[in-house]
């Protein structure tokens, strides 16, 4: 596709279940990120890989919170025994270079989560 | 590290009159400045970025946002809004590592 492709869109689920957030970013960017967006504030920042290699995960709130990219492309990430100060909504990005040097950063719709 | 200050969560203003959203950022190194906009269920869109050069940055929509090093200012403004800038607005800056810090955010409301 022409953008960054999140998916789900929306996920509803039960504290303590485990979920998992995809996103597909332009073909051919080098660089991903993962933020976090709570109800009435900006993203934060959770994770960022550089092709294959997580090469900063200093913004995961807890280690309840997985990235992986194992091919260079999707990312997926993972949240284990959701708690509902986990709600909001996760955003993915990507740029063709390396980190936020300048690049202008793509970002896709985003996955709206609710922990209930 | 860097932070990021939007002094104003909402900003109404009349159809046809000028907007300025104000950003300021704290840090202790050069940064790059950016303005994205989020309309609703939607992800976010650059608006404009201050990487170097001209302290006068023009971005999309009409918009243009200047860079004040010594104010340590980044404000946005527009010199007509239309209904369809009805959005909400974040200021972020980085000095260029793996993650941009944003501001809380500003919701512009067009009014008819």
């Known amino acids: 596709g022409a953008g960054v492709s999140q998916s789900p869109r929306y996920k509803v689920a039960k504290r303590g279940q485990d979920v998992a957030l995809r996103c597909d970013p332009i073909?051919?960017?080098?660089?991903l990120f993962w933020y976090q967006q709570a109800l009435g504030q900006g993203p934060e920042f959770l994770t960022y890989?550089?092709?294959?290699?997580?090469?900063?995960k200093s913004g995961l709130p807890s280690d309840r919170f997985f990235a992986e990219r194992p091919e260079g492309s999707v990312s997926t990430l993972k949240i284990q025994r959701t708690q509902q100060e986990d709600s909001a909504v996760y955003l993915c990005?990507?740029?063709?270079?390396?980190?936020?040097?300048?690049?202008?950063?793509?970002f896709g719709e985003g996955s709206w989560l609710t922990v209930v | 590290a860097q932070s990021v200050t939007q002094l104003d969560s909402q900003v109404p203003v009349f159809e046809e009159a000028p907007v300025e959203l104000r950003c300021n950022y704290s840090?202790?190194?050069?940064?790059?400045l950016f303005w994205y906009v989020q309309y609703p269920n939607q992800g976010l869109q650059l608006l404009l970025k201050?990487?170097?050069?001209?302290?006068l940055v023009k971005g999309i929509n009409g918009f243009e946002a200047e860079f004040n090093k010594s104010q340590t200012s980044f404000h946005l403004r527009k010199p007509s809004v239309h209904i369809s800038d009805t959005a909400e607005y974040f200021c972020?800056?980085?000095?260029?590592?793996?993650?941009?810090?944003f501001g809380t955010g500003t919701r512009l409301t067009v009014i008819p």
């Open positions: 990005a990507s740029t063709s270079g390396q980190g936020h040097s300048g690049n202008t950063i793509y």
């Open positions: 840090s202790s190194v050069s940064v790059y």
């Open positions: 972020a800056v980085t000095a260029g590592a793996n993650n941009l810090f």
């Open positions: 073909s051919g960017h080098v660089s």
């Open positions: 890989f550089q092709n294959e290699a997580q090469l900063d």
């Open positions: 201050y990487l170097s050069g001209s302290t």
